[in-house]
T-cell receptor, first 115, second 108 residues
Framework: GAGVSQSPSNKVTEKGKDVELRCDPI?????LYWYRQSLGQGLEFLIY????????KSGLPSDRFSAERTGGSVSTLTIQRTQQEDSAVYLC?????????????FGNGTRLTVT | AQRVTQPEKLLSVFKGAPVELKCNYS??????LFWYVQYSRQRLQLLLR??SRESIKGFTADLNKGETSFHLKKPFAQEEDSAMYYC??????????FGGGTRLMVKP
């Protein structure tokens, strides 16, 4: 595709429900990142994938959060038993290769609202 | 641990005025610094990176290792520059850390 695609674009869920967010990176991009953008909080790193493996899971806020990537392409971020503080915009980004000279390309994000 | 600090959450200037968005970092290694920008209703995108030493949309940023800063500057702000700006540091382990962001408002 032309860019990083995220779905859904908006998600409203009730507290306690599970949600799954999807990211389709740019074709051929080996690195994939998830960030969370909260009002007034900037961008918070969640997890990073190189291929299908996640060498750095340090940013996941709690064990309710998990992520996987299959086929070196699509990634899903799952939040179990959602809480109101999980409300935020979840951004996915991909880069061509692992390395500091490979800039990130971001999706439009999924706006999650937990009521 | 690495950290990126953008001390101003909001910066408001008039059209034609100079603008400087501040960014300070802490990192023990050799940093790779970037500025990303998010215009209204658009996705976050790369604006410039320090290794390129380029000027994008009239913006420049110089890495000052002595002051551990990477401030973003433009001599004459335009209304279309109004956006959210994020400074980011890429470490050797391929982790990209963002600052808290600065919202730039350019008034007519």
């Amino acid at each position: 595709g032309a860019g990083v695609s995220q779905s859904p674009s908006n998600k409203v869920t009730e507290k306690g429900k599970d949600v799954e967010l999807r990211c389709d990176p740019i074709s051929g991009h080996t690195a994939l990142y998830w960030y969370r953008q909260s009002l007034g909080q900037g961008l918070e790193f969640l997890i990073y994938f190189q291929g299908n493996s996640a060498p750095d899971k340090s940013g996941l806020p709690s064990d309710r959060f998990s992520a996987e990537r299959t086929g070196g392409s699509v990634s899903t971020l799952t939040i179990q038993r959602t809480q109101q503080e999980d409300s935020a915009v979840y951004l996915c980004a991909s880069s061509l290769f692992r390395g500091r000279n490979s800039p990130l390309h971001f999706g439009n994000g999924t706006r999650l609202t937990v009521t | 641990a690495q950290r990126v600090t953008q001390p101003e959450k909001l910066l408001s200037v008039f059209k034609g005025a100079p603008v400087e968005l501040k960014c300070n970092y802490s990192y023990s290694g050799s940093p790779e610094l970037f500025w990303y920008v998010q215009y209204s209703r658009q996705r976050l995108q790369l604006l410039l990176r320090h290794i390129s030493r380029e000027s994008i949309k009239g913006f420049t940023a110089d890495l000052n290792k002595g002051e551990t800063s990477f401030h973003l500057k433009k001599p004459f702000a335009q209304e279309e520059d109004s956006a959210m700006y994020y400074c980011a540091l890429h470490n050797a382990g391929n982790m990209l850390t963002f600052g808290g962001g600065t919202r730039l408002m350019v008034k007519p």
